[in-house]
């Protein structure tokens, strides 16, 4: 909002030689305050003016100064430094950032968001909650921006990784259930997982086994069919729990086991037109050289199904229901190749699809004590973990306030889920990290609980105000310049995370929202002041902004902490 009318403004000034948008990308944000609020580097005119840029600087701020938005401009060393006027900022800002339009935009356009899309042999784990946290934050962020958002998710429901759970419990499990032991389900299923792995160490004939069951299944055998029905909806209930639990919904679900059929059909369509080519061992392989990629087996020599078939149907199917003008898969970085081979045979295919594909691709979760191996039953389950912190969260809570057992309880999931999701959320997507539970669960410095601190304590100080809000300008001081310009910056921040997918601009920027509420808290009495009506006017905005930002990540407000 306000680089937008500053970048119009400089427009203007240089009779239209740039346009705002080339502006608004060259406006930086000086790293001393002092030096001004924005600052227009005049270099990038020098040859197209065949001018010094300093003395465009100077130009410029004469330009400029008669602006009523404009506070003081100055011409430092080929830059223009620009500073706000403060009553402007009060009038402007203040009304905006009180509209709950603020921020919003009309980019209309339909996009699906695939994510999570687990393998139906073991529960969700802490690797799926940065999957789903991503997901469900780059879903609402687009959502805000006025997208038409389709959450997907994909079973990945068959196949031999599928089948190695099923062994062990033909092998191991006595026909019990998971009521019989009292686990939850999907973990029930997974142990069995784990328990294939061992049996692999001692019995080289596990793995033909899997391979064995894969191919009766295929075919259709009824017994194993009834056993892949039991486990499988074992596991599809438990994560639903956990997509209840982490506050995720989807508009759709699809199974592996209802589409890869169609997806074969495909392939062996392309056969038979000879795009695709069978070699000597009876695999059928796509020749992906042209796209600078190995070749890509699609069909086994056995005629069993790789992954890959299953999305290249998916991706005609998704387009026909939902017409998309993007279609973003949230897949950790390890399957980069995966989504270029995909595009390069949906390219062979003679599809459009390929243009819709977008793979987001983000980064491992680590765990100080290291990797984590689903294999070897090493993978830090995501109900555990949520469970785990929301006792570390109790125990915060029980060390500053007296609650009753259930409100503490309550709360304590919350601030859990909110630490959770902000430590997975706060480093860059693509980049992998490092999780810590002790310290996402702390009450100060860059945490999810210390954002919901902050939110409310705002709610706090506007609870015990017993007059009204006001947005009249008046006179503001270093404090109050500090938030309202930070507030400002929410729509810019919320196109940058929606254009490039970061859900981490939004965190960041909410964290040095809060650092910056919190220092204005400290330094300007608000109630017992006689600029009260004011100042309760940007505490409010603080609110409202935070808020944005707060369900922008996926993380449900508290009123009181």
Same mark, same amino acid.
């Given at each position: 909002?306000?680089?937008?009318?500053?970048?119009?403004?400089?427009?203007?000034?240089?009779?239209?030689?740039?346009?705002?948008?080339?502006?608004?990308?060259?406006?930086?944000?000086?790293?001393?305050?002092?030096?001004?609020?924005?600052? #227009?580097?005049?270099?990038?005119?020098?040859?197209?003016?065949?001018?010094?840029?300093?003395?465009?600087?100077?130009?410029?701020?004469?330009?400029?100064?008669?602006?009523?938005?404009?506070?003081?401009?100055?011409?430092?060393?080929?830059?223009?430094?620009?500073?706000?006027?403060?009553?402007?900022?009060?009038?402007?800002?203040?009304?905006?950032?009180?509209?709950?339009?603020?921020?919003?935009?009309?980019?209309?356009?339909?996009?699906?968001?695939?994510?999570?899309?687990?393998?139906?042999?073991?529960?969700?784990?802490?690797?799926?909650?940065?999957?789903?946290?991503?997901?469900?934050?780059?879903?609402?962020?687009?959502?805000?921006?006025?997208?038409?958002?389709?959450?997907?998710?994909?079973?990945?429901?068959?196949?031999?990784?599928?089948?190695?759970?099923?062994?062990?419990?033909?092998?191991?499990?006595?026909?019990?259930?998971?009521?019989?032991?009292?686990?939850?389900?999907?973990?029930?299923?997974?142990?069995?997982?784990?328990?294939?792995?061992?049996?692999?160490?001692?019995?080289?004939?596990?793995?033909?086994?899997?391979?064995?069951?894969?191919?009766?299944?295929?075919?259709?055998?009824?017994?194993?069919?009834?056993?892949?029905?039991?486990?499988?909806?074992?596991?599809?209930?438990?994560?639903?729990?956990? #997509?209840?639990?982490?506050?995720?919904?989807?508009?759709?679900?699809?199974?592996?086991?209802?589409?890869?059929?169609?997806?074969?059909?495909?392939?062996?369509?392309?056969?038979?037109?000879?795009?695709?080519?069978?070699?000597?061992?009876?695999?059928?392989?796509?020749?992906?050289?042209?796209?600078?990629?190995?070749?890509?087996?699609?069909?086994?020599?056995?005629?069993?199904?790789?992954?890959?078939?299953?999305?290249?149907?998916?991706?005609?199917?998704?387009?026909?229901?939902?017409?998309?003008?993007?279609?973003?898969?949230?897949?950790?970085?390890?399957?980069?190749?995966?989504?270029?081979?995909?595009?390069?045979?949906?390219?062979?295919?003679?599809?459009?699809?390929?243009?819709?594909?977008?793979?987001?691709?983000?980064?491992?979760?680590?765990?100080?004590?290291?990797?984590?191996?689903?294999?070897?039953?090493?993978?830090?389950?995501?109900?555990?973990?949520?469970?785990?912190?929301?006792?570390?969260?109790?125990?915060?809570?029980?060390?500053?306030?007296?609650?009753?057992?259930?409100?503490?309880?309550?709360?304590?999931?919350?601030?859990?889920?909110?630490?959770?999701?902000?430590?997975?959320?706060?480093?860059?997507?693509?980049?992998?990290?490092?999780?810590?539970?002790?310290?996402?669960?702390?009450?100060?410095?860059?945490?999810?609980?210390?954002?919901?601190?902050?939110?409310?304590?705002?709610?706090?100080?506007?609870?015990?105000?017993?007059?009204?809000?006001?947005?009249?300008?008046?006179?503001?001081?270093?404090?109050?310049?500090?938030?309202?310009?930070?507030?400002?910056? #929410?729509?810019?921040?919320?196109?940058?995370?929606?254009?490039?997918?970061?859900?981490?601009?939004?965190?960041?920027?909410?964290?040095?929202?809060?650092?910056? #509420?919190?220092?204005?808290?400290?330094?300007?009495?608000?109630?017992?002041?006689?600029?009260?009506?004011?100042?309760?006017?940007?505490?409010?905005?603080?609110?409202?902004?935070?808020?944005?930002?707060?369900?922008?990540?996926?993380?449900?407000?508290?009123?009181?902490?």
């Amino acid at each position: 909002m306000l680089k937008r009318r500053l970048a119009e403004i400089l427009s203007k000034a240089l009779d239209n030689r740039l346009s705002g948008d080339e502006i608004a990308q060259l406006l930086e944000v000086p790293p001393d305050e002092r030096l001004g609020d924005f600052a #227009f580097p005049c270099f990038s005119l020098a040859k197209q003016l065949r001018r010094n840029p300093k003395d465009i600087a100077l130009e410029l701020a004469s330009a400029v100064s008669a602006y009523p938005e404009i506070g003081k401009a100055a011409a430092v060393a080929g830059y223009l430094n620009i500073f706000v006027n403060p009553s402007w900022l009060c009038e402007t800002v203040l009304n905006d950032a009180l509209d709950n339009a603020f921020g919003r935009g009309q980019m209309n356009e339909a996009t699906v968001v695939e994510y999570c899309s687990p393998n139906t042999n073991k529960p969700l784990h802490l690797g799926h909650l940065r999957n789903m946290a991503v997901g469900e934050s780059v879903s609402r962020i687009l959502e805000f921006l006025g997208n038409q958002v389709h959450r997907t998710c994909v079973f990945n429901d068959r196949g031999v990784h599928i089948c190695k759970s099923m062994i062990a419990y033909q092998e191991f499990g006595n026909d019990r259930s998971p009521e019989e032991d009292g686990v939850k389900s999907d973990h029930f299923v997974g142990k069995f997982y784990v328990l294939f792995a061992k049996q692999t160490e001692s019995d080289d004939a596990y793995e033909k086994k899997a391979q064995d069951m894969l191919e009766t299944w295929e075919s259709g055998d009824e017994q194993t069919l009834a056993l892949w029905r039991k486990m499988n909806g074992w596991a599809l209930a438990g994560f639903r729990d956990t #997509f209840k639990l982490f506050g995720i919904e989807f508009e759709k679900e699809f199974c592996e086991s209802d589409i890869y059929k169609s997806g074969k059909e495909i392939i062996l369509n392309g056969l038979s037109r000879g795009l695709f080519v069978r070699r000597d061992d009876g695999a059928v392989i796509a020749d992906l050289g042209k796209y600078s990629l190995d070749e890509k087996v699609l069909l086994r020599a056995n005629g069993t199904s790789v992954y890959i078939v299953q999305d290249i149907y998916l991706a005609d199917l998704k387009s026909s229901i939902y017409s998309p003008n993007r279609s973003i898969y949230v897949v950790g970085n390890e399957q980069e190749y995966h989504f270029n081979a995909l595009k390069a045979v949906l390219d062979i295919l003679g599809t459009t699809r390929a243009t819709e594909i977008h793979h987001l691709s983000y980064g491992m979760v680590e765990l100080p004590e290291g990797r984590m191996k689903s294999r070897e039953g090493t993978v830090v389950d995501a109900d555990e973990l949520i469970m785990e912190t929301a006792l570390l969260a109790e125990e915060e809570i029980k060390s500053r306030y007296e609650l009753p057992t259930e409100e503490t309880k309550a709360r304590a999931l919350k601030i859990a889920l909110a630490a959770i999701k902000y430590q997975l959320l706060r480093i860059e997507t693509s980049k992998n990290m490092m999780f810590n539970p002790k310290e996402a669960i702390r009450f100060e410095g860059d945490t999810g609980p210390y954002l919901l601190y902050s939110y409310a304590r705002a709610s706090s100080i506007l609870r015990k105000a017993d007059s009204a809000i006001s947005t009249h300008a008046w006179d503001i001081n270093l404090h109050e310049a500090r938030l309202l310009k930070k507030i400002s910056r #929410f729509p810019e921040t919320v196109a940058s995370a929606g254009s490039r997918l970061v859900p981490s601009l939004v965190a960041s920027y909410t964290f040095e929202l809060c650092q910056v #509420f919190n220092q204005f808290f400290h330094e300007c009495p608000v109630i017992r002041s006689n600029l009260a009506a004011q100042r309760l006017s940007l505490v409010q905005a603080f609110r409202e902004v935070a808020g944005h930002c707060l369900d922008l990540l996926g993380i449900e407000k508290i009123e009181e902490m």
